[in-house]
Antibody, heavy 113, light 109 residues
Framework: EVQLVESGGGLVKPGGSLRLSCEVS????????MHWVRQVPGKGLQWVSS????????YYGDSVKGRFTISRDDAKNTLYLQMNSLRGEDTAVYYC??????WGQGTMVTVSS | DIQMTQSPSSLSTSLGDRVTITCHAN??????LNWYQQKPGKAPKLLIH???GLETGVPSRFTGSGSGTDFIFTITSLQPEDIATYYC???????????FGQGTRLEIK
């Protein structure tokens, strides 16, 4: 069974940083592109970032470009999202996804003073 | 940038009804389109890939069609467990960009 488990969410002040993790099991993690998608509670889905296999290429949505960094550790079967210079509008549930076929349960990030 | 326009934003339906949701792209996206179901408090679930491919284990009452700029998602006979919000999603490889539609919330009349 494929499992994706996010962690690292929480409350952070504007301008602060947070690192999200997504631990993956049940699949050959290194063979798959991975993604982060976020959702403001009660609102729609927004793509945040993607990373290809072996971390060869990383891609970002316009709203996070220059502030967020996606990475992966294939030895640990783990995907990361380093979020810097956080803003109120980054408040959302953050999901990780494998090829968009499998998703984690999400982790809540709240940016507030 | 590619924009996806999904309609309607909400739909009041009855059990057994045929439900149709549309998604329009502002430029040709071939069949690079997925459809998702999301229930409250849960992660999205991929139902249809590449415009018309049914994901393994997804009931056959869910169908997708279209190519280019116009796409249709259909539930042929609405079941109680289908009450959810549905999203279309375009994915582009070069350059990589992923865009979701605004979502369609299904409600029971």
């Amino acid at each position: 069974e494929v499992q994706l488990v996010e962690s690292g969410g929480g409350l952070v002040k504007p301008g602060g940083s947070l690192r999200l993790s997504c631990e993956v099991s049940g699949i050959a993690f290194s063979l798959h592109s991975m993604h982060w998608v976020r959702q403001v509670p009660g609102k729609g889905l927004q793509w945040v970032s993607s990373i290809d296999t072996r971390g060869l290429n990383m891609y970002y949505g316009d709203s996070v470009k220059g502030r967020f960094t996606i990475s992966r550790d294939d030895a640990k079967n783990t995907l990361y999202l380093q979020m810097n210079s956080l803003r109120g509008e980054d408040t959302a549930v953050y999901y990780c996804a494998r090829d968009f076929s499998d998703w984690g349960q999400g982790t809540m990030v709240t940016v507030s003073s | 940038d590619i924009q996806m326009t999904q309609s309607p934003s909400s739909l009041s339906t009855s059990l057994g009804d045929r439900v149709t949701i549309t998604c329009h792209a502002n430029q040709d996206i071939k069949t690079y389109l997925n459809w998702y179901q999301q229930k409250p408090g849960k992660a999205p679930k991929l139902l249809i890939h590449d415009a018309s491919g049914l994901e393994t284990g997804v009931p056959s009452r869910f169908t997708g069609s279209g190519s280019g700029t116009d796409f249709i998602f259909t539930i042929t006979s609405l079941q109680p467990e289908d009450i959810a919000t549905y999203y279309c999603q375009h994915y582009n490889y070069h350059p990589r960009a992923i865009t979701f539609g605004q979502g369609t919330r299904l409600e029971i009349k």
